[in-house]
């Protein structure tokens, strides 16, 4: 199925840049009782922050911030729409404009660094940063996986390899610095990409133009794949158009320069030898992902065993890697869910405070104790009465998943209290709303002190729990429902089921205008 180009309408064209990159002055630190308490940057001024802070929460801004479109172009690009090429591209301004100090490079590098040497490079952009000789490099990209979202560690850099400083691993080690004419040529293959995705063809003799020009101005074979991509749309386009013969000459060209490429593989014409070279090419792949995941499931399951409660991010981070490699293998089958946002379909893992706030939507729970008191129905309807549910499914966060983990924990540092785990284990019903944050809580907050006579709220009353215990009353905690204060809160509490799929977690720092 091909992925379709995103279409800017008019609501997001008014979007301002100046709401979706603030200016440093609204950045503002994060309060104890926050979901997002234990994000980076918790007290003082953002230009008083450490270089590591600042980089985190810049980072954060933009990925937060970027509408996803899988095939940009300048106008995408003007409205913070694209790709990881155009989140790097804004956070290069966006450290500027926020005053960070030091120089930044865009960079090629390797997506899945343990793929071993055959696979050289891939179409992935990040920013690195240099200050005072030391180099890390940021990923602002708005997508779950290996990588995406990381600011690396302390390294050195030399002939195009890093090293870090400390005990720590660079999260990309090989690294092509990007030449002008390397960007220029992302930007037309980009281009190019999206006329083919959109309508199903190009001009051959353009396309093919470009593919002349690319070849002999890119700075070395870490372009390859993004060369590939020519080539592979002026073979789809020959295939289309019958001429099997020129189909098969350029196919093979795709898969010299960059043999990840199943769905040739599985085109009748393609040849033979075309097709073996793709063959053992994810045969290694395969093999090295099931070694490197294997070792991130024992990490993984060994943090959630231990309780390790400073590891849980690094659980979770973990968690999105696995599900990731193993999905781009095919050893997991189950679709990507999807939401219907105002007549858009997005992915689970395209959700961030941006796609929400566009859409003019808000999270909201019905708790487990709205269905023990039985007023479950009457919760929901207080709900649809203020606007639209446009998605919504059941869920029981208290229940450990595959590896031990409590999706609860992921949304609240509070959820970790074992009275509040309990009260969250039991059935839940996770919404979004068609309406404003201040308009759902209004909602909430009426029914709570309409529904408080069935139960005193004093703290120390008990009412019986689903495991045939007792659970304390607590006002805050079981309160009947839960509500998001903005975006940003609204993508970890809708995720719940997903943590692996969630593009933003507590431990981020929270969009301040989303």
Excluded at 289 to 294: C, F, G, N, Q, Y
Excluded at 312 to 332: D, N, P, T, V
Aim: glycine share 6%; with cysteine.
């Amino acid at each position: 199925m091909i992925e379709q180009p995103s279409t800017s309408n008019k609501e997001n064209e008014q979007i301002s840049i100046e709401l979706l990159l603030p200016r440093k002055e609204v950045l503002k630190p994060n309060g104890p009782n926050s979901a997002f308490a234990e994000a980076p940057f918790q007290s003082g001024e953002f230009a008083e922050q450490e270089l590591q802070t600042q980089l985190l929460v810049a980072k954060e801004i933009v990925r937060q911030a970027i509408q996803i479109d899988y095939f940009p172009d300048a106008t995408t690009e003007a409205n913070l729409a694209g790709d990881c090429f155009t989140s790097a591209k804004y956070l290069v301004e966006y450290l500027e404009k926020l005053g960070v100090s030091g120089k930044t490079h865009l960079v090629s590098v390797r997506r899945n660094p343990f793929n071993g040497e055959k696979h050289k490079s891939t179409r992935h952009v990040v920013v690195l940063h240099e200050h005072n000789g030391i180099f890390r490099t940021v990923d602002p990209t708005a997508m779950v996986g290996y990588g995406y979202g990381s600011v690396g560690c302390e390294c050195t850099f030399k002939d195009g390899v890093l090293v870090g400083l400390g005990e720590e691993q660079p999260i990309y080690e090989h690294i092509e610095l990007l030449t002008d004419k390397d960007k220029e040529a992302i930007e037309k293959i980009n281009k190019l990409r999206r006329e083919y995705y959109t309508t199903g063809k190009v001009d051959i003799e353009g396309a093919d133009l470009l593919r002349r020009e690319v070849e002999a101005s890119v700075g070395g074979d870490y372009m390859s794949s993004w060369v590939s991509e020519i080539y592979y749309v002026l073979a789809m386009t020959y295939l289309s158009q019958g001429e099997v013969g020129k189909y098969q000459e350029f196919s093979a060209r795709v898969v010299d320069l960059d043999p990840f490429k199943p769905k040739v593989a599985e085109i009748s014409e393609t040849q033979e030898t075309t097709k073996e070279k793709v063959r053992i090419a994810m045969e290694a792949y395969t093999h090295e992902v099931l070694e490197i995941t294997r070792k991130w499931q024992e990490d993984v399951k060994k943090i959630w065993s231990e309780g390790n409660q400073a590891k849980y991010h690094e659980a979770l981070e973990k968690m999105q890697w696995i599900f990731r490699e193993l999905k781009s293998i095919g050893h997991i089958s189950d679709p990507i869910p999807t939401f219907n946002l105002n007549s858009k379909l997005v992915a689970v893992y395209n959700l961030n405070p941006r796609a929400l706030h566009e859409a003019h939507l808000t999270a909201a729970w019905i708790k487990p104790n709205s269905s023990r008191m039985g007023v479950w129905a009457t919760a929901h309807e207080a709900i649809r009465r203020v606007g639209p549910i446009v998605a919504e499914y059941e869920f029981n966060p208290g229940i450990p998943g595959d590896y031990g983990e409590i999706p609860i924990y992921f949304t609240h540092p509070h959820a970790l209290k074992p009275e509040n785990r309990k009260a969250y284990t039991g059935p839940s019903t996770i919404m979004l709303i068609n309406a404003d944050p201040e308009e759902v809580d209004l909602a909430k907050k009426k029914f709570r002190a309409e529904w408080g006579r069935i139960i005193s709220q004093k703290n120390g009353l008990s009412i019986p729990w689903f495991d045939g215990t007792s659970l304390r009353w607590n006002r805050f905690v079981t309160n009947y429902i839960h509500s998001t204060d903005n975006a940003a809160e609204s993508v970890v509490h809708f995720t719940l089921a997903y943590p692996h799929l969630s593009l933003v977690n507590r431990w981020n720092y929270p969009h301040p205008n989303l």
